[in-house]
C-alpha cells in the first residue's frame, strides 16, 4: 500500500506527512484504521493484494513499458535522456513519440578479434558506486539491436586487435598496441591521510613481532617480520603488480577472525580486478570470473580431497599465460599475474602440501576480541583507502623489508614458513604417500610417457632406498595399502597383460635438486619377475593443461621426426636413382663403342 498523494490535500508523500499534515489531525482514527484493515484501497491509501497479482506489480511502479514510466516521471525527464532496463531513451519532440538513443548504446559496444563485448555499469555490491563489467555479446544478438549498419559502425569506432591483460594502477590504459586491456581501472585517488582501521586489521592477521631465521641462499641470519612482510606483499601489488607472491593461506578453526575482511579490504582497493570464489568454481572448467585476475580469494577453503586441484592453483600462481573460457564459448588467452588467498576454518587438511613445498605462506589468524570488533569495518575501510594507498605508493625501496626478489615467488621460502605450514604438513599425508605421489607424478613430467608401471615391491624399494625416499619402515603392505587407495581414485589399475610367463614392472631413478626443487628422472630397467604391477596414465596425474602441453609438444616431435626420416629416405631414393642412372649410361657407352677421352673409372669417379 501507499498514500495516495495525487488525491489528498497538500499531496502528502508517505504515512508521517499524512499525519503531520494540519488537514488531517481530527482524521488520525481514521487514517490508522483504513491503513491496518485488510479492505480494498480507500480514501487515504491505494492496496494491491500481490497474492497472485505479481503481474500487476510493474504496473504499479510505471515499469510495465517505456512510455508508461516516461508519462509518470517526464515532468522530471523532459526531454533528458534517460535509462529504463539498461537501454537508453529520449523523448523526441519532432515525432512526438520516445526513442531509443541508439548511439548511446553502440558506444558501449567494442568488437575485439572477432568478438564484440558490452561494457556496462552495474551498481557496486562493495561499497558506493558502479563497477565496469564487459559481457560478450553474440554477432546476432548484436545485429538484431542496430542491424549491419550498427556493426559496422562500431567495428569502425572501436576494433582491437586482441585482448591483452596489463595491470596498471599508477598508469592505467584502457588499450595498448590497439589491444583492449581487460584489466580494470582503479578508481580510487591516493590521498595523504589516516589509516587506523586497515592498520588495526594488518597487526591483527600479521603479528608485527621481529624473530630470525637462516637463508640458505645467502648463508646467514636475517631479521623477519610477518607484518612487514604483509606491508610488502601489498605494496607490490600496488606498484608491481605482475610480480610473482606466495599462496597467501589465512587458517583458522574458530570464526569472527578477519579473514574475511581481509579479502574485503583487496576487493574494495582493486574491483572487479579481484574476485571472491567459491570450490566449486576454482574446480570448474569455466573460469571467467577467475582468468587475468589480479587476486582470487577463496573463501572457505577445502581442496584436500583431489590433489590435481592443489596442482592446479599452484600451476595458475607461476604460468604467464592463462585461458579465459566461457560457458559456450571460445577461450581468450591472456597474460596470467595472479594471486591466490585461501581462507578456511581447517587449519590442518584444507589443501594438500608437503615440506619442500615453497608456494604458499601459511597465517594462523587468532579470534577478533569484543573490545577489538568493529562495527561497518567495510565503510571505515572506504575512508581511508585514498590515505593507505598514498602510503603504499610513497613506500620507497629502503622502506621494504624485501627490497629486491629472493626467488621468483619473491620471499625466500624461509621467510613463509609459519608454525602453521608446519602442522599443515605434519597433518598431511604421510611420508611414504606424500612419496609415492610426487615421485609418479615427476617421472611422468621427466619421462612424458603416457603410462608407466610400478608394483608394490618396487615403490617399497624406491621409498626405502638411502638415495631416493629415505623413509624408514617402509615394507610392501604399507605401499599395496596407497595402491589400493589411488586405485578407488582413480589414480591405477592392475595391469592384466602378460609377457610370457611373468609380470613387467618399471624402474626409474630420479635426483632432487634442493635449489630448483625439481626431480631429474631417469629411466633405469624394465624389470621381468613375478609381480602384479599397477599402470599409471599421465592423464590422471598431470592437470589437464599441463598433460594436453606434453602431448602437443610430443605429436609435434614426433611430426618433425618423420617428416625428418622422410626427407632422408627421398634423399636416398635420389641418390640411388642417379647411380642408376650413371650404370645405365657407363653400359650404354661400352655397348656402342664410344669412347670420349674419359675412362670409366674417371666416371665413377666424378659420380
Known sequence: SYTNSDTLHGEPKGIDDLLNEPYYTDKHEDIVKELIEDKDPGKFFFKLNLKGQLKNLNEVFHLDSVQHFYDRWKMVIMSYKFK?????????????????????QIDRYYHVGDKFLYKDER?????????????????????????????KEIIKKRHFIDFI????????????????????????KPAPGEWPTIDGMLHH????????????????????????????????????????????????????????????????????????????QIKSEFNSLLAGKLVVGVDETALADNDQFTEKIKMWTTQKYMNIQYKGQDFIRVENFMKLILCSNNESSFIYTDSQE?????????????????????????????????????????????????????????????????????????????????HIVNVFRETQQDSIYYDSVTLAYLAADKDRGKIKDTDESKTLKILKALAKEGKCAVELSKAGSSWYAEMYDYDFDEQTHLFN???????????????????????????????????????????????????????????????????????????????????????
Not at 531513451?89 to 520516445?98: A, G
Not at 591483460?165 to 581501472?185: F, I, M, Q, T, V
Open 123 to 151: 551498481p557496486s555490491i562493495r561499497g558506493e558506486g558502479y563497477e565496469e563489467v564487459l559481457i560478450p555479446r553474440s554477432r546476432t544478438t548484436v545485429n538484431d539491436f542496430f542491424g549491419p549498419d550498427g556493426i
Open 358 to 438: 615453497v608456494r604458499f605462506w601459511v597465517i594462523k589468524v587468532e579470534p577478533i576480541t569484543e573490545k577489538e570488533r568493529i562495527p561497518n569495518i567495510l565503510e571505515k575501510f572506504y575512508e581511508e583507502i585514498p590515505a593507505f594507498l598514498y602510503f603504499l605508493s610513497s613506500r620507497t625501496k629502503d622502506q621494504w623489508l624485501v627490497t629486491e626478489a629472493e626467488t621468483r615467488m619473491w620471499f625466500a621460502p624461509e621467510r613463509t614458513k609459519t608454525a602453521a605450514f608446519d602442522k599443515l604438513v605434519a597433518d598431511s599425508r604421510s611420508k611414504l604417500e606424500k612419496f609415492i605421489r610426487a
Open 521 to 607: 628422472g631417469t629411466y633405469i630397467s624394465r624389470i621381468k619377475r613375478k609381480c602384479r604391477p599397477n599402470r599409471f596414465d599421465m592423464k590422471d596425474w598431470l592437470p589437464e593443461a599441463e598433460y594436453k602441453a606434453i602431448k602437443a609438444e610430443r605429436d609435434a616431435n614426433r611430426k618433425m621426426a618423420e617428416d625428418a626420416e622422410a626427407e632422408i629416405k627421398a634423399r636416398e631414393e635420389y641418390i640411388r636413382r642417379q647411380h642408376e642412372d650413371t650404370q645405365t649410361s657407363i653400359a650404354t657407352e661400352q655397348s656402342s663403342g664410344a669412347d670420349d677421352g674419359n675412362s670409366l673409372d674417371d666416371k665413377e669417379a666424378a659420380f
Open 84 to 104: 529504463y532496463f539498461d537501454t537508453i531513451y529520449r523523448w523526441n519532440e519532432k515525432t512526438n513519440s520516445i526513442d531509443q538513443d541508439v548511439m548511446e
Open 165 to 188: 591483460n596489463k595491470p596498471g594502477h599508477l598508469d592505467y590504459h584502457e588499450s595498448y598496441a590497439n589491444h583492449y586491456n581487460l584489466y580494470k581501472r582503479i578508481l580510487w
Open 205 to 280: 592477521i600479521f603479528p608485527d613481532v621481529d624473530y630470525e631465521i637462516f637463508l640458505a641462499r645467502e648463508g646467514k641470519k636475517v631479521m623477519n617480520n610477518l607484518y612487514k612482510m604483509a606491508l610488502d606483499y601489498l605494496t607490490l601489488l600496488w606498484q608491481k603488480p605482475m610480480e610473482m607472491l606466495p599462496i597467501l593461506c589465512l587458517v583458522s578453526e574458530e570464526r569472527m577472525t578477519g579473514k574475511t575482511s581481509f579479502l574485503d579490504l583487496l576487493q574494495a582497493i582493486f574491483g572487479e580486478n579481484v574476485s571472491i570464489a567459491d570450490n566449486s
